[in-house]
């Protein structure tokens, strides 16, 4: 069984510039869940989706992030104009259904330059 | 709103010394309580859960973490570890209603020196 699976696991953008990270569930989970890891910091949730839907994105800046989940295909975070603020790993997890535990991806560590 | 406390920055042991490391959390609600661990290079791997019941929990790789209600705690604990348990430690936190989101402490840096 695959796990989580994130990709890409490096992503390096300029100032400015959009950065598109995927993650793909495990296989029959439909709760997908973003986290941000800052360096020295515990992982901060961003945004919980279900299929197609987005549950909760109290996490989530206001400005420039957005996520999805479609029906058919990977769950993406975009974030547009990328600061260097933004440099950090983010973490993808999914889980089934019933409060099962979550089950994290590898992350994608964001440099920006 | 919910928050966890891991009072340990960096722990440092030796092979076969015991472990606690401290964990807190603030609610006033019924909570699920994990431990998760990140091994260099690797992503984050349960190591154990509380939902209800026994409040003495088992996980893998020997570790074990007792759930006090009355002090808000869920500590983790191994009666000797390996130089293998060299890790990144996570406690967190989540409502028990629903598939909710994680909250996690800071972390607690292990290194374990023979």
């Known amino acids: 069984n695959a796990g989580v699976m994130q990709n890409p696991r490096h992503l390096v953008r300029r100032r400015g510039q959009e950065a598109r990270l995927r993650c793909s569930p495990m296989k029959g989970h439909s709760h997908v869940y973003w986290y941000r890891q800052l360096p020295e910091e515990g992982l901060k949730f961003m945004v919980y989706l279900q299929k197609e839907n987005i549950i909760d994105e109290s996490g989530m800046p206001k400005e420039r992030f957005s996520a999805e989940f479609p029906k058919e295909g990977p769950s993406i975070l975009r974030i547009q104009q990328v600061v260097r603020g933004d440099s950090a790993a983010y973490f993808c997890?999914?889980?089934?259904?019933?409060?099962?535990?979550?089950?994290f991806g590898d992350g994608t560590r964001l440099s920006i330059l | 709103a919910q928050s966890v406390s891991q009072h340990n920055h960096h722990v440092i042991l030796s092979e076969a010394a015991s472990l606690e490391l401290g964990c807190n959390y603030s609610y006033g609600g019924t909570v699920n309580l994990f431990w998760y661990v990140q091994y260099p290079g690797q992503h984050l791997q349960l190591l154990l859960k509380y939902f209800s019941g026994d409040p003495l929990v088992k996980g893998i790789k020997g570790f074990e973490a007792e759930f006090i209600k009355s002090k808000f705690s869920f500590n983790l604990r191994k009666p000797s570890v390996q130089w293998s348990d060299t890790a990144e430690y996570f406690c967190a936190v989540s409502r028990a209603s629903g598939n909710t989101p994680l909250v996690f402490g800071k972390g607690t840096r292990l290194s374990v020196i023979a």
């Open positions: 997890a999914s889980a089934g259904q019933n409060n099962q535990p979550q089950h």
